[in-house]
């Protein structure tokens, strides 16, 4: 999901009982009690909402939620969506058969029933999953949702030539020869010809896997696995107006400049378990420059970013100069990392890999990334801390948060000896010309090797094109790109949601690629495999960690931050928290105003 997203790819526990329940009490608050002036200014204090819920009983119904926004979302349509803050806002207007819990912190990031009365019935080994549907849930003209919306709503994933650009695991998982076609060029009366996916009657749904795949339910949580209705499918024009099964629906849409959500009146609060539905409207202005949005969050006109990527440099420094109260440094689900391709010499050698993770200076490169609050913790492997089997800094194989934090030349010069290149070498890093953050980065990468004798040029591409650029190996190879320097998070908080596309050689692509390191390992291969086959989270959870610590053995990557979030919260925002469910975004979906004007 990228920063944008939940959601790496291209296309990113406490009070739960009381979230979930709807006993949203007191004790439920993340409160004050900071040293930053935050009950004088009426905001929670400092972090009040960084996996707690801070301002949870003072929610009232009604009012206008004001969010601001300084890029639009890739598309609203429920099957191309991929930013993760789109995947986190679309629950205001879709539903799934299961979602994330509305709670915060980890328990965000388990799953609870949706439109199903609950959890899949899973049968034959794991390759057969049952629901049925809730009584009472409607579209937002009355009529009701059926087996055959989610099936056709699942469908449109198929039609990638007209419907590109969102997950495509759903697809993947029940139909990996690729036999179906898509809804648009089903031949069948009713375009509900996919196999894998049977509606005995409108209130029943059982997917039939061909494998088992221990992950499936994540994936049917995920947006793309919303149902749409097909007298209502726009096809390419869903985004602008999708219909609504949630408790809002679109009033108006004008792209790059606003959104509004209204009341959906057939939206009934006894056939949704998840949603409180606390404003009457819910408006997204968005803004060309990122200083006049963090400018209008600290004047009070709106409540919060939707993007949910931190405030920036000069909003940011302010803010936490004169309204600290108003902000919460969540730890989010991405990793900030170079990754060393073996495609290029002299990186075909571990040695010469990890003579760069030793010779780096990575107090430095978090600085970079804008210190501990902004930039985040010093990385020290390759696993987000908030997925199944991540140990954070608690596994830091090459000492990097440690004895080794400002490099090791001595170490890195038996590591260039090791790898026949006593006197250092030279290569080239690629970096992301708009990203100023990680053109930051590369030159302090490039200052530190340079004491250990590796001399570096920094390539600044076009990073709208990332995917014909470092995403060929061919060019990285032409190129000489011996680093490259990216960040990736989880889609859905596994790590096969995380990992699967960076390490597993299945997915080393001609074009599109995300296996940078073009890591070809049989072991990491046959982790993965026994992962999806093994259905208890305890086996899948040791698996995780161990192809954590496989990755980090082979020396692929030099982490350099678990990337930390400096977000605003507006004063009269209530029932807020952040969740490992969303990459430590707060949780759009039951926001509320303590002023319901």
């Known amino acids: 999901m990228t920063t944008q997203r939940t959601s790496g790819r291209r296309k990113q526990a406490m009070a739960a009982a009381f979230v979930v329940a709807g006993l949203l009490t007191t004790a439920a608050c993340g409160g004050g009690g900071s040293d930053d002036g935050g009950s004088k200014s009426g905001a929670a204090g400092f972090d009040a909402a960084n996996n707690k819920v801070a301002q949870a009983s003072l929610a009232k119904k009604g ?185 809002y629906k679109f009033q108006s849409y004008n792209p790059g400049k606003d959104l509004t959500l209204v009341r959906n009146a057939n939206w009934k609060q006894a056939s949704d378990p998840i949603r409180k539905a606390y404003p009457d409207k819910i408006t997204v202005t968005f803004f060309s420059n990122a200083n006049e949005l963090d400018q209008r969050l600290i004047n009070g006109d709106l409540d919060l970013d939707i993007n949910q990527t931190g405030m920036s440099p000069q909003g940011r420094q302010t803010a936490l100069k004169q309204h600290k109260a108003n902000l919460d440094n969540p730890t989010s689900g991405y990793i900030r990392y170079a990754v060393f391709p073996q495609s290029v010499k002299p990186f075909d050698n571990i040695h010469c890999r990890l003579a760069v993770i030793y010779g780096a200076d990575h107090v430095s490169l978090q600085t970079a990334r804008g210190g501990p609050l902004a930039g985040g913790d010093i990385g020290t492997n390759m696993l987000p801390p908030s997925v199944a089997g991540g140990e954070g800094q608690k596994y830091d194989p090459f000492e990097l948060a440690g004895a080794n934090k400002n490099g090791n030349a001595a170490k890195a010069k038996e590591e260039l000896k090791a790898c026949g290149q006593p006197n250092g070498f030279k290569t080239t890093i690629a970096v992301r010309n708009n990203k100023p953050v990680e053109v930051a980065t590369a030159q302090s990468l490039q200052a530190s090797l340079k004491k250990v004798g590796i001399n570096v040029d920094i390539d600044q591409y076009d990073g709208s094109q990332t995917t014909g650029i470092i995403g060929s190996p061919s060019n990285v190879q032409k190129k000489g790109y011996g680093i490259i320097i990216m960040g990736w998070g989880p889609d859905f908080p596994s790590v096969q949601g995380f990992g699967l596309p960076l390490w597993d050689s299945k997915y080393i692509q001609q074009s599109g690629n995300n296996n940078y390191a073009l890591i070809n390992d049989k072991t990491i291969d046959g982790l993965f495999d026994q992962y999806v086959n093994t259905l208890d989270d305890a086996g899948k959870t040791k698996i995780a960690t161990e192809i954590n610590h496989k990755v980090m053995e082979g020396g692929y990557y030099l982490p350099f931050v678990f990337e930390k979030f400096i977000n605003w919260r507006s004063d009269n925002l209530a029932n807020v928290y952040t969740t490992d469910g969303y990459s430590g975004m707060y949780d759009f979906v039951n926001l509320g105003l303590k002023n319901a004007k």
Do not use: C
């Open 63 to 247: 009012g206008t939620l004001r969010f601001g926004a300084a890029q639009d979302a890739d598309s609203w349509d429920t099957t191309r969506g991929y930013y993760g803050f789109m995947w986190n806002f679309s629950r205001y207007y879709s539903r799934q058969l299961v979602t994330n819990k509305p709670a915060p912190g980890k328990e965000g990031a388990t799953l609870t029933p949706d439109l199903a009365t609950g959890l899949a019935k899973v049968t034959d080994d794991g390759k057969t999953y049952t629901y049925t549907l809730r009584d009472g849930v409607t579209w937002e003209d009355g009529k009701p949702i059926t087996s055959k919306d989610l099936k056709y709503g699942i469908e449109r994933i198929w039609a990638q030539d007209v419907l590109s650009g969102g997950p495509t695991y759903l697809k993947d998982v029940l139909d990996p020869k690729g036999e179906y076609k898509g809804p648009y060029k089903d031949t069948s009366a009713d375009h509900l010809g996919l196999k894998a996916i049977d509606t005995p009657d409108d209130k029943t749904i059982v997917f039939h896997l061909p494998k088992a795949n221990s992950d499936f339910e994540e994936m049917l949580a995920l947006t793309s696995a919303s149902p749409v209705r097909q007298d209502k499918d726009t096809k390419s024009k869903y985004g602008l107006k999708p219909f609504s099964s949630g408790p």
